[in-house]
Nanobody, 125 residues
Framework: QVQLVESGGGLVQAGGSLRLSCAAS????????MGWFRQAAGKEREFVAA????????NYGDSVKGRFTISRNNAKNAGYLQMNSLKPEDTAVYYC??????????????????WGQGTQVTVSS
C-alpha cells in the first residue's frame, strides 16, 4: 500500500520558518515528480511547489516564490518543503503528492496520483 505521510506542520509567528517533510512508503518515487499543495478553509486546493523526479527542475506558485524551497532525497524516498518568511495567508493544510510515473513537475492537482493526509500550518500575525 502506497502511503505519503507529511510532518512538520504547526503554529508559527509571521516571519518565521517551518520545514515540512513527506515520507513515502509502499513504492519508490525515484522517477516521479513530487509536489506540495495547500488548502485554506473554504478555498480550493492550491499548487505550492513541485520537483522533478531527478530533482533537476522545480516549479513554484507565484505566492511562494522566493520564500519556499522544495527538495527531495531519493535515497530516503522523501520530499521536503522549507518555508521561510511565513505570512498569515500561508495558513492552510499542506499536502504532499506524487505522480504515478511522470517526472514532470506540473502544477495541476489532477496530475498527481498519490496524496498524503495533510499537515496543518498556522501562521499568526
Amino acid at each position: 500500500q502506497v502511503q505519503l505521510v507529511e510532518s512538520g506542520g504547526g503554529l508559527v509567528q509571521a516571519g518565521g520558518s517551518l520545514r515540512l517533510s513527506c515520507a513515502a512508503s509502499g513504492r519508490t518515487f525515484l522517477r516521479s515528480a513530487m509536489g506540495w499543495f495547500r488548502q485554506a478553509a473554504g478555498k480550493e486546493r492550491e499548487f505550492v511547489a513541485a520537483i522533478a523526479g531527478n530533482g533537476g527542475r522545480t516549479n513554484y506558485g507565484d505566492s511562494v516564490k522566493g520564500r519556499f524551497t522544495i527538495s527531495r532525497n531519493n535515497a530516503k524516498n522523501a520530499g521536503y518543503l522549507q518555508m521561510n518568511s511565513l505570512k498569515p495567508e500561508d495558513t492552510a493544510v499542506y499536502y504532499c503528492a506524487a505522480r504515478e510515473s511522470s517526472g514532470n513537475p506540473t502544477m495541476g492537482v489532477r496530475d498527481y496520483d498519490y496524496w498524503g493526509q495533510g499537515t496543518q500550518v498556522t501562521v499568526s500575525s
